[in-house]
Nanobody
Framework: QVQLVESGGDLVQAGGSLRLSCAAS????????MGWYRQAPGKQRELVAT???????NYADSVKGRFTISRDNAKNTVYLQMNSLKPEDTAVYYC???????????????WGQGTQVTVSS
């Protein structure tokens, strides 16, 4: 079994910063792309940022210049540093990863349970 566990969500004032973490654990042979998505109330889940195993990053236009995604491959962990937060960043943030499991010949996509980020104005 594989689990993705997020942490770091909180209530913060506009202009503040938060750092989210997501650790993958279980029978992991390797991890390809990892990423963060978010879903605000009444809206569809949307991409925030992704990072390849080699460190190539991709960001939604709405967070470019404010958020930074990174990963520690040795720890199977992905991070999201969020600066200059705005009320419109309020959402549940979900971790996502494409994982090669031990003894399995194909990748499987996994989601974390989500962590709430609330930005007050």
């Amino acid at each position: 079994q594989v689990q993705l566990v997020e942490s770091g969500g909180d209530l913060v004032q506009a202009g503040g910063s938060l750092r989210l973490s997501c650790a993958a654990s279980g029978s992991i042979r390797g991890i390809n792309d990892m990423g963060w998505y978010r879903q605000a109330p009444g809206k569809q889940r949307e991409l925030v940022a992704t990072i390849t195993s080699g460190g190539i990053t991709n960001y939604a236009d709405s967070v470019k210049g404010r958020f930074t995604i990174s990963r520690d491959n040795a720890k199977n962990t992905v991070y999201l540093q969020m600066n200059s937060l705005k009320p419109e960043d309020t959402a549940v943030y979900y971790c996502n990863a494409d994982i090669w499991r031990i003894g399995v010949a194909f990748r499987t996509n996994y989601w974390g349970q989500g962590t709430q980020v609330t930005v007050s104005s």
